[in-house]
Each structure stands twice: as structure tokens, then as C-alpha cells.
């Protein structure tokens, strides 16, 4: 990806975590992980293992200074790969399972953010996720706890988990609350379930973004109301592969998506699961669409426009990728 800066919007923390981190996790708690990965990746077959296999290897992050070193590790390798900015998810339920309060793991997330920062440049806010699974009850008390300990680079809220559970309509007093409080919104939606989950999250939540959407490619009114709301999908091609949703990146809607006007970002998901990268979802669509480093900075430039920051911090972004070429004039 020689030239072309990247910037990311959806990628789970804990499903960044570098198999070598894990490794060395597993030794420490005298856990066997060796069946479960292979080189840079972690083995599974279907999505029932892929969740047992999520579970076992998030399970070895057991203090801070784990999430500390994992959102380092995973936030200086993209930067080397030319990243300049990154979302990375969190959610407070899943610090809870760790044993942790969402307090000291958003400070150790923090805490490698700002050393990849001083390492690299990248520039990094964090967007904790409510689960759509553990219900309303669940995500009024979880963004309450958000907003009891607001940082500064905590600018969004999300909603992630099992998309089958729940309707959108049912987490909407968590995200007003969220939103008066100024955060960002976005919500996984049109991944596993279809075009009507899309639709569900734009009448219930004041999203800007939605993490996949994919499956609102099978609707072109939807495309259309999209395209015309200038929502921005979260589209993650290798993830939406790797779990059978698409046979391959052929048969991937994001051409379909981006010729009916509809704003797309290009993003890893949980990369050492699905064998994805940010530099990877970069040249894989640079292979599937023929797109050269103008086309692909498109996608970047998407990503900052949509990112949840400041606006001097987006236009510092901004700044940094190439410049637009001017249309040639035509007689
Ligand atoms: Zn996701």
C-alpha cells in the first residue's frame, strides 16, 4: 500500500489480538492454545467455532496492561502499514467478563493508544460498544457507565453482538442518551440478518454509520435511502468472507454498494480471526475493483469524513491524504 494512507473505522479490540501476544499470554496462564492457531492466525471452521475460538483466546487477556500492550501491538502495526487514523471498539460487558472494570480497561486501551501515537502518529479514539444480546437493561447500564468515565478519546457509541437478538427500537433510549452526551453513533446491522435490520437501526437510532450493511445491497430503496442519508457502512469484505456470508470477494456487493451512491470504508473486523488486515482489505479491493491509489484514498477519505472526531482534527486528517485531482476540462 506504498503512498496511500489508511484510516479504519470497525475493528473490535479484543478480536485484534496478535496470535505472538496470545502466545505469550497462554505460557503465562499455563493455558495450551496450540491447536488453535496456525502462523498469524487463530483455527476455526464454522461460526460456532469461531465464537469458541474468539472466546478462548479473548479469555487470556486477564489485566490492563494486556489491553495496553495488545491495542499497542495492533495500533503500530497498521500505522507501519500506513494507517494514520483508527477506531478500535471496547465494550464494558466484555471488560466485566475479564474481570475488569470498563474503567481500567478503557485506560489501558488508552494507555497503548498513546503509545502507538508517540511511536507512529496514528491518531486513535475509541468507541465503546453496548451488546445487543445482553438486552435493554443491559445497554442503559452499560452506556451509563460509559458516560460516568468520559476520556478523551472516547467520541462514539456502538452496538455490536448477536444481530438476531433484539430490535433496534429497544436500545434507542440508551443511544439518546449517548448522543445528548455527544457521542457518535454507529450500529452493526445488515451483516448476518437482511436488509430490514438495516433499515430497523435507521428508524430507531441516531446513527451516522452502520458497521456492515451489506445485506442492504439487496435493496435498492434501501441503497437509495442510504446514498440520500449519506450514512456511511462500515463494510468489512474479508470478515463477510471468511464467515461464509459471501462465497468470495467476487460475489462481495461492495462494487454493487458504491455504484448505487452509497458511502463504504474499507475495515478488518477482527483481523487475526479472519485472516484480514487493513492493508489487505486495501489491496484485495484494489485487485476486485481495479483500483489504483486515487480510488483507494477514496475510501480513507470516506473514513475520515465519517470518523467521530473534532473538526480540527479531521481537517488535520484531511490534510494528509493526497489531494483530489481536479476533473479534466472538457470544450
Ligand atoms: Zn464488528
Known amino acids: 500500500m506504498r503512498g496511500v494512507a489508511l484510516a479504519e473505522l470497525h475493528c473490535h479490540v479484543e478480536g485484534a489480538l496478535p496470535v505472538s501476544l496470545a502466545r505469550e ?14 502462523g498469524e492466525r487463530y483455527l476455526w471452521h464454522d461460526f460456532p467455532g469461531f465464537l469458541a475460538a474468539y472466546g478462548r483466546a479473548t479469555r487470556l487477556l486477564r489485566r490492563p496492561e494486556d489491553y ?24 464494558p460487558d466484555d471488560a466485566t467478563r475479564a474481570g475488569m472494570s470498563y474503567a481500567a480497561c478503557l485506560e489501558a486501551v488508552a494507555e497503548g493508544a498513546e503509545r502507538a501515537r508517540a511511536r507512529s502518529g496514528i491518531e486513535v479514539r475509541l468507541v465503546p460498544h453496548i451488546l445487543r444480546q445482553n438486552g435493554p437493561e443491559a ?19 456502538g452496538l455490536a453482538g448477536d444481530e438476531r437478538e433484539h430490535l433496534a427500537a429497544e436500545f434507542a433510549p440508551a443511544f439518546a442518551m449517548a448522543a445528548e452526551a455527544g457521542l457518535g453513533c454507529t450500529a452493526h446491522a445488515g451483516e448476518v440478518c437482511g436488509p430490514e435490520s438495516v433499515a430497523h437501526v435507521l428508524d430507531a437510532l441516531p446513527v451516522t454509520r452502520i458497521g456492515h450493511g451489506v445485506a442492504a445491497a439487496a435493496d435498492p430503496a434501501l441503497m437509495a435511502r442510504l446514498a440520500d442519508e449519506e450514512i456511511v457502512l462500515e463494510v468489512c469484505p474479508g470478515s463477510n468472507v471468511a464467515l461464509g ?28 480471526f479472519f485472516g484480514t488486515s487493513l492493508a489487505g482489505e486495501y489491496r484485495a479491493t ?28 479531521r481537517a488535520r486528517l484531511i490534510s494528509r491524504l493526497a489531494p483530489v485531482e481536479p476533473a479534466p476540462f472538457r470544450a
Open 25 to 38: 499470554l497462554a505460557v503465562r496462564e499455563g493455558v495450551d492454545i496450540s491447536a488453535l492457531t496456525d
Open 68 to 91: 495496553a500492550r495488545l491495542a499497542e501491538m495492533h495500533l503500530s502495526a497498521i500505522a507501519a502499514d500506513g494507517a494514520i487514523y483508527a477506531e478500535l471498539f471496547l465494550a
Open 139 to 157: 445497554a442503559l447500564r452499560a452506556t451509563r457507565t460509559i458516560l460516568a468515565h468520559p476520556h478523551p478519546l472516547v467520541t462514539g457509541i
Open 245 to 272: 456470508l459471501f462465497s468470495d470477494r467476487a460475489a462481495h456487493p461492495l462494487a454493487r454498494l458504491i455504484a448505487a451512491g452509497v458511502r463504504v470504508t474499507l475495515n478488518s473486523d477482527d483481523p487475526p
Open 286 to 313: 484494489a485487485a476486485a475493483l481495479g483500483l489504483d491509489a486515487a480510488g483507494l484514498t477514496a475510501f480513507t477519505r470516506t473514513a475520515i469524513e465519517a470518523a467521530f472526531v473534532d473538526e480540527a482534527t
